[in-house]
């Protein structure tokens, strides 16, 4: 029996740094997106694909591309394949979220836990395209237990994007993320980390046998699908699953940030270790705005109660879970249905532990160097000077509708260094607790 585990502060600070780590992975596919929208005014976020996938999953059979009254596409799954009967034991689950939003603690929880076949962020070979109805594709295959081979979806690739051929070479994107794709039969040598194990393992692109075996995995040792994205914002667009006519019983976990500390990361991230130019950060507002504007969107579906998204959605801030991941896992565990017992509680553990060696400090953005504390959770973006005070009112002007309802509270730029000024409402109520 493993024992309560409690959190401490020393707990936190690692979560927060193997956070702060894995979540640097996907920024060189997340930057170029981000650069690539520098001087346009295309709302693609919002946008209505021109092309229509062809909708020849078996599972998908009969999916409709007919758009409302309002010009949005709104797919129906009318009918499943005979040989994919519907099964109310088996469950998905997407983690629905934005880069730096500290989402990899929730992605752990999937991820640690044995029963659950989790897949960390397949949709990266769309890189910065649109193309909800191919993504909608991608997460259904997965669902029933097909694996998100990235060749199959190459056509809808940017191939001028370093992440199309990481991804084609790869097979599956980003596999290394996921603990059991570095651990035999995927990989077999013993030095290989839990994760981050791509140097040590050869890929599941590289061996059909493992896309297979994956597929194995999910049809007849575990019950459930688990993905955490990036790269699917709308939750309205996600409605097929969420419809009761789905036949897996499918939730979501809708992670939000404050929309300062995630531009102050990515711009630490693009100034400091990837020496951009700091004329290139308008396409990174422009980009916060667009996401800062669906999150808005979502937050009013939520809390409409009466609609399926709000019964199957559990949301919640960065800032509260990293307050106290334990609370709020054990919170999204029974949303979930799951058992958070203590086999899985030890795992938990396991993934926010203290690690055993030193890391390199030149690589201190992203490792164990750094206290954190509530005060870095809230109001790190106001120690320092990344965030300029015009970038900071663009910010709180851009994100408004999305703070309030979120409980962020906006400051003047020359308060931002007296942190007795909150900047997140800690008190009131947010989300699922």
């Given amino acids: 029996m493993i024992p309560k585990i409690h959190c401490p502060r020393s707990t936190i600070t690692n979560f927060l740094v193997i956070s702060l780590f894995l979540n640097f992975v996907s920024f ?8 690539q929208v520098n001087g346009q005014h295309n ?9 229509v996938v062809e909708m020849d999953s078996p599972t998908f059979k009969g999916m409709s591309n007919s758009k409302d009254s309002q010009g949005k596409i709104n797919p129906k799954i009318i009918e ?13 689950y997407l983690l629905v979220t934005m880069y730096r939003s500290g989402s990899t603690l929730t992605g752990e929880m999937f991820n640690r836990n044995p029963d659950f076949l989790y897949y960390f962020e397949p949709l990266a070979i769309f890189g910065n395209n649109n193309a ?11 669902f029933h237990c097909h694996a998100p081979n990235a060749e199959n979806f190459k056509k809808y690739a940017n191939p001028k994007e370093s992440t199309t051929k990481n991804c084609l070479n790869e097979g599956v994107c980003m596999y290394q993320l996921s603990t059991r794709f570095c651990k035999p039969p995927f990989c077999w040598n013993p030095e290989a980390p839990a994760t981050q194990c791509k140097k040590q393992c050869s890929p599941p692109g590289s061996d059909r046998a493992k896309l297979d075996h994956m597929e194995r995995i999910c049809k007849e040792e575990v019950d459930t699908v688990a993905i955490k994205t990036i790269r699917f914002l709308d939750l309205k667009r996600l409605h097929p699953f969420y419809a009761d006519s789905y036949p897996i019983d499918f939730k979501a976990v809708f992670l939000v940030r404050d929309p300062r500390s995630m531009y102050h990361s990515r711009k630490k991230i693009h100034l400091e270790l990837l020496h951009g130019k700091a004329n ?3 396409g990174f507002m422009k980009m916060l705005e667009q996401e800062c504007d669906l999150v808005a969107q979502n937050l009013e579906l939520l809390s409409n109660t009466r609609t399926l998204e709000s019964r199957k959605t559990f949301s919640l801030r960065y800032e509260d879970i990293a307050r106290d991941p334990i609370k709020y896992s054990k919170a999204i565990y029974n949303f979930l249905g799951e058992e958070f017992n203590d086999e899985v ?3 938990l553990h396991d993934a926010i532990a203290p690690p055993k060696n030193k890391l390199d400090k030149s690589k201190a953005t992203y490792t164990t160097s750094r206290a954190i504390n509530e005060t870095t959770i809230l109001n790190g973006w106001r120690l320092d000077k990344m965030v300029n005070p015009s970038e900071l009112n663009q910010i709180q002007e851009k994100c408004a509708k999305m703070m309030k309802l979120a409980g962020y509270l906006p400051i003047k730029p020359d308060q931002k260094r007296d942190l007795t000024i909150e900047s997140v409402d800690i008190k009131s109520k947010y989300g699922n607790l």
């Fill in 345 to 347: 509680s030890g795992f």
């Fill in 28 to 35: 060189y596919v997340y930057r170029e997106t981000l650069l």
């Fill in 132 to 142: 909800p109805l191919q993504k909608i594709k991608m997460l259904n295959d997965t």
């Fill in 43 to 51: 709302h693609q976020a919002r946008s209505v694909p021109t092309a």
């Fill in 80 to 92: 499943t394949d005979e040989a994919q009967p519907q099964n109310s034991k088996r469950k998905a």
């Fill in 280 to 282: 290139e950060m308008g």
